[in-house]
């Protein structure tokens, strides 16, 4: 008989304990909702037989003293004066080099890695990350031109990037 009181008053005391809020925040927390409307019921019933104050908060709870913050103005919008115009890299092609003179090829790209000359032919090398470009020039009335261009891969029998290619040549050039 004592364990069946026991086990019961047990439970009760668990149900209890677990519907209980220990929170000094949530204490007495119907308590309070009652009275907030009761009091709201009050105040509706005496504001309609006065006009409504919609300065006056309805609450009169002491609150502590807070400076507000101002407002601040509105940002200013200031357009700049002028555009700048950013120059766009020329599209490479290959045979904008063709009847350049030596001494043109050499102030744009500069020495060549690798000169090879065979009679009145001439063979300028030059080596970057993603490919070789190799541009020959023919002797005419005794100067050299650019006569054709040719560019290919760094690894024998392997694949080249052209844009990349085309960009690094491009870099050189602008």
Same mark, same amino acid.
């Given at each position: 008989?004592?364990?069946?009181?026991?086990?019961?008053?047990?439970?009760?005391?668990?149900?209890?304990?677990?519907?209980?809020?220990?929170?000094l925040?949530?204490?007495n927390?119907?308590?309070?909702?009652?009275?907030?409307?009761?009091?709201?019921?009050?105040?509706?019933?005496?504001?309609?037989?006065?006009?409504?104050?919609?300065?006056? =908060?309805?609450n009169?709870?002491?609150?502590? =003293?807070?400076?507000?913050?101002?407002?601040k103005?509105?940002?200013?919008?200031?357009?700049?004066q002028?555009?700048?115009?950013t120059?766009? =890299?020329?599209?490479?092609?290959?045979?904008?080099?063709?009847?350049?003179?030596?001494?043109?090829?050499?102030?744009?790209?500069?020495?060549?890695?690798?000169?090879?000359?065979?009679?009145?032919?001439?063979?300028?090398?030059y $080596?970057?990350?993603?490919?070789?470009?190799?541009?020959?020039?023919?002797?005419?009335?005794?100067? $050299? $031109?650019?006569? $054709?261009?040719?560019?290919r891969?760094?690894?024998?029998?392997?694949?080249?990037?052209?844009?990349?290619?085309?960009?690094?040549?491009?870099?050189?050039?602008?």
């Amino acid at each position: 008989m004592k364990s069946l009181i026991n086990k019961i008053f047990f439970s009760i005391c668990i149900v209890v304990s677990l519907n209980a809020c220990h929170t000094l925040k949530h204490q007495n927390f119907f308590l309070e909702n009652i009275r907030n409307n009761q009091n709201q019921q009050v105040s509706k019933i005496d504001n309609k037989s006065q006009k409504i104050n919609k300065k006056k =908060p309805l609450n009169k709870k002491e609150m502590a =003293p807070i400076n507000a913050p101002e407002k601040k103005g509105k940002v200013k919008k200031v357009f700049l004066q002028k555009k700048v115009k950013t120059p766009k =890299p020329l599209d490479f092609n290959l045979a904008t080099f063709k009847d350049w003179s030596e001494t043109k090829l050499i102030k744009k790209f500069g020495k060549g890695d690798f000169l090879k000359e065979e009679g009145q032919l001439k063979n300028y090398q030059y $080596y970057f990350q993603e490919c070789f470009l190799d541009i020959f020039l023919l002797k005419k009335s005794n100067q $050299y $031109y650019v006569n $054709y261009i040719e560019k290919r891969p760094t690894k024998l029998h392997g694949s080249m990037n052209t844009e990349a290619c085309h960009k690094e040549i491009n870099k050189i050039l602008n």
